[in-house]
């Protein structure tokens, strides 16, 4: 009877599986993992996805699931970027929900718990809460303030896609670093995965997916995913082929949406602006490196909304380099 019991145990489901990418995370893993371990909620796995790290995270990774049976790694076996690490984790993942987590960052003890009520009680297929900011001095602040998150508030597509738009007021505000609960059989029954072309702004992507398949999107104002703030970070380093295929992906939806809300449509197209704009200036920037002067000219003028967005980046910039010359300090 007992050994029938535990054969029972082995095969049940956990409520939530945690998917954690990882690449060269041997310096965080550790306290991203016992920060899932420490969760009041503890029917959970762990699945670490390591994806063919050139440091000891395989290692640390076996050594940690050696430990803790609720713990699976899965060794990739190409480098394939945080898409295709998330798509082996969602592809071997058992829970009710599915939780991703990137390798440097954590969650707060009550986090798993919470959400998961939550997300019953709202009816969602994908449930986010707010955000620590957290930066490596160790200053924290949220991400959203609270007026913006009221508590188990539904999102559509449109409140998503405007929640992707630069704003001055607030630079590090963005609802594509948001990290949802998500039902695993929404995403199954709408066969829902990460595009593995994308190493930037995948997330943004499969989060419009799932709005596309009619998912039920809910925010909740209470910050208890911490995310870590790195300058190497891929999202703080991505380059012209990222921003193009950022691109290809607002043309994409916006080709594919006809049936969409006219609200979602203007969104679209805003944040497709918003592209073009930084993208352009990254190609300014990457031809005067080069001394392409002309290539650079031309690209400040595709466009009057790129021409402006272009022409004022350029001041600021000389501005800056103007004003820690008098200072004594080299620029950047």
Avoid at 95 to 102: N, R, Y
Avoid at 230 to 259: G, I
Avoid at 268 to 279: C, E, F, M, V, Y
């Amino acid at each position: 009877m007992t050994e029938a019991r535990a054969t029972e145990d082995e095969s049940r489901s956990p409520l939530v599986s945690v998917v954690i990418p990882a690449f060269d995370a041997a310096g965080f893993l550790r306290r991203t993992v016992a920060s899932v371990q420490a969760q009041s909620l503890n029917d959970l796995e762990i699945l670490i996805i390591d994806d063919c790290s050139g440091d000891e995270t395989l290692t640390l990774a076996r050594t940690l699931a050696a430990d803790d049976p609720r713990i699976r790694v899965i060794a990739a076996e190409r480098n394939g970027g945080p898409a295709v690490a998330r798509n082996l984790g969602l592809g071997a993942a058992k829970g009710e929900w599915i939780a991703l987590l990137d390798a440097d960052d954590a969650f707060e003890a009550e986090r798993l718990g919470r959400l998961v009520g939550l997300a019953r009680d709202c009816g969602a297929d994908l449930l986010a809460d707010n955000l620590w900011l957290e930066e490596e001095e160790g200053v924290t602040e949220a991400m959203l303030p609270l007026s913006e998150a009221a508590s188990c508030a539904p999102i559509t597509a449109a409140d998503f896609l405007r929640g992707n738009l630069p704003d001055p007021k607030r630079p590090r505000k963005s609802y594509g670093f948001l990290k949802p609960l998500m039902s695993r059989a929404f995403l199954e029954r709408h066969h829902l995965r990460y595009d593995e072309s994308l190493r930037f702004a995948e997330d943004f992507a499969f989060y419009l997916a799932c709005f596309a398949a009619g998912g039920r999107f809910f925010l909740s104002q209470e910050p208890l995913y911490r995310y870590r703030l790195r300058p190497d970070s891929l999202t703080a380093c991505h380059s012209t082929a990222d921003l193009r295929r950022l691109q290809a992906v607002d043309e994409r939806f916006l080709r594919d949406c006809d049936a969409a809300s006219p609200d979602f449509r203007v969104a679209l197209r805003l944040h497709k602006k918003s592209i073009d704009q930084r993208l352009q200036w990254r190609v300014v920037i990457d031809a005067l490196k080069g001394r392409a002067w002309h290539k650079a000219v031309l690209a400040s003028l595709k466009g009057w909304h790129v021409f402006g967005y272009v022409s004022s980046q350029l001041i600021a910039e000389i501005w800056r380099r103007l004003w820690q010359k008098r200072l004594g300090s080299t620029p950047a």
